[in-house]
């Protein structure tokens, strides 16, 4: 089992990436061989300044490990693992505009404005696809959001092995963490916590100190009505059905078992709980990675050695992808 996940530098670490993927990412290190990396080639498709992008990445490592990512995973930055690119330009030849034209995450990002936007976005999983396979990953940890992405891996490893005549890539499987598939923003539950929505007010960032995480979960979107003693009865109440989604992902509990400990109580009673679970979660890390941006340089040299790692795993793989396509190398 070789588990390989990345995360886009695009910004600060909030509470959807964390239970949606970095949880499971860290309790996933004693299943099978693991990879984790920060995609920061991939944050190019996107508006940040290069001083950001800097600053970013290692703020990013910092993150990752303070939420207990350590030694028995390869933590690196993808630009320094060239591999990564090279194998992209390979699978460009097998991916077929029609398979990307289908992605959802194309779609919705670049808008109405296609001819504006940039290439790279278009064929953003083309090189998600290439550090996926680049590693002949056999497991992916994601939210819901990525699983189109891994499809199309899928199904580009798949086209790939038939055109060649080769068994290179293995098909890998997506691992969607059941608890939180997708944690919504706080402000609208209808569209998902994200690090590009303007309203910081949206979303839990990992770096928010004590009272900023309080003051979120105050301020938090709900409805007037009491919690149900199921959670199928909150179907239609996304906002409700969201802070009830987070409180069971935090404690390791079921939305159901959440439900029947505060079924008829209100929000007043349920988001203080909500706050001071999110505290006890969130604080422990947010103190470790404090610690860690005081040493960026240690961050940073942590970086340097996981690339090392990383492309003698690469570089064997992108040499069979070209052999297997003829080039000379
Ligand atoms: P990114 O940076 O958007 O998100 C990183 C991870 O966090 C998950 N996630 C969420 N999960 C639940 N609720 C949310 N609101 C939420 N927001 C984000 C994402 O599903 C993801 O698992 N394309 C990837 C980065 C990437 C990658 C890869 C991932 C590049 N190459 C290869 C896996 C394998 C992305 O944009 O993630």
Redesign the pocket.
Same mark, same amino acid.
């Given at each position: 089992m070789r588990i *390989? =996940?990345? /995360?886009?530098t695009?910004g600060n670490l &909030?509470?959807?990436?964390y *239970?949606?993927? /970095?949880k499971q990412w860290v309790a996933m290190q004693d299943q099978g061989e693991c990879l984790f990396?920060l995609?920061d080639l &991939?944050s190019l498709t996107g508006s940040i300044s290069p001083a950001e992008r800097t600053a970013t990445t290692l703020e990013m490592a910092a993150t990752l490990l303070a939420s207990g990512i350590d030694d028995r995973s390869v933590l690196f930055n $993808?630009a320094r693992v060239p591999e990564h690119s090279e194998l992209c330009w390979i699978l460009q030849g097998t991916a077929r505009m029609g398979w990307l034209n289908r992605m959802t $995450?194309w779609k919705d990002k670049a808008g109405k404005n296609r001819d504006g936007a940039p290439v790279g976005l278009f064929t953003? @999983?083309v *090189? $998600?696809a290439a +550090? /996926?396979l680049v590693y002949q990953?056999t497991h #992916? @940890? #994601?939210?819901? +959001? $990525?699983k189109q992405? *891994?499809e199309l891996?899928r199904d580009i490893a798949e086209k790939f092995n038939t055109d060649f005549g080769v068994d290179l890539f293995p098909l890998p499987e997506p691992l969607i =963490?059941k608890a939180? @598939?997708? /944690?919504?923003s706080l402000r609208d539950g209808t569209a998902?916590?994200?690090?590009s929505d303007p309203s910081d007010m949206s979303r839990v960032n990992l770096i928010d100190p004590d009272d900023v995480i309080a003051q979120k979960f105050k301020k938090a979107r709900t409805d007037p009505d009491p919690l149900p003693d199921s959670f199928d009865a909150l179907a239609e109440r996304a906002e409700a059905r969201n802070l009830v989604t987070i409180y069971a992902a935090l404690a390791d509990m079921s939305p159901q078992a959440v439900l029947e400990q505060f079924a008829g109580q209100g929000f007043g009673a349920f988001k203080p709980a909500l706050a001071d679970l999110a505290i006890a979660k969130l604080g422990p890390i947010r103190d470790r990675l404090v610690r860690l941006l005081d040493d960026k340089a240690a961050v940073g040299q942590a970086l340097a050695d996981g690339a090392v790692r990383a492309r003698a795993l690469a570089a064997p793989t992108l040499r069979k992808a070209q052999e297997a396509v003829g080039l000379q190398v």
């Open positions: *390989l =996940s990345g /995360i886009q695009t &909030h509470l959807g990436n *239970l949606g993927a /970095i990396f995609a &991939h $993808q $995450q953003y @999983p *090189l $998600q +550090d /996926i990953a #992916v @940890p #994601v939210g819901e +959001d $990525q992405h *891994l891996t =963490s939180a @598939p997708r /944690i919504m998902k916590m994200s690090k």
